[in-house]
């Protein structure tokens, strides 16, 4: 019985609904969070990352570990489509991109665990420099993915 009540809970979880559209980032000036320790710049990354894990509960953990993550409204954190990480670039795959009109086409870069055996960092920076500079540039504006948002990176 405790098992299929813990599946029932599990499956709920994962069924919540992304949060699409919000006023402000939760750590944007006004938003929600800005006095909670994760969102000050002045701490080490891992000091604020450690501050947000401890804030969430067990159930919003799991909520987050899905592709369509819910987000977590309490401390003002929106939902995200992970599908679209750019881990191999840009791609027409999954829910978060769609291509079409003046963007036809995506970048495409090898799987990670052929990228990460040239052991090049240098390769890796270029790699991440294509998603965040000439994609989110061109193809958020005109509204091509959904679930990301332009905001300056964590420092």
């Known amino acids: 019985m405790r098992r299929l009540l813990l ?24 938003g929600p969070a800005t006095s909670l320790p994760f969102c000050a710049q002045s701490l080490p990354l891992r000091a604020r990352a450690r501050d947000y894990v401890s804030r969430l509960t067990r159930a919003e953990k799991v909520r987050l570990l899905v592709n369509n993550a819910a987000g977590v409204p309490r401390l003002g954190v929106a ?10 670039g840009v791609s027409d795959t999954g829910p978060g991109v769609h291509f079409a009109g003046a963007f036809p086409g995506a970048t495409a870069f090898p799987q990670v665990i052929g990228a990460a055996a040239a052991f090049n960092a240098t390769l890796w920076e270029l790699v991440g420099k294509v998603p ?17 948002k332009r905001q300056k990176p964590m420092r």
Do not use: D, I, M, Q
């Open 79 to 88: 939902g995200y489509e992970w599908w679209s990480e750019a881990l191999h």
């Open 7 to 30: 599946a029932v809970l599990l499956a709920g979880t994962l069924t919540v609904p992304s949060v699409s559209a919000r006023a402000a980032f939760a750590c944007a000036a006004g």
């Open 132 to 148: 965040s500079t000439c994609f989110y540039r061109g193809a958020y504006t005109r509204g091509v993915v959904k679930g990301h």
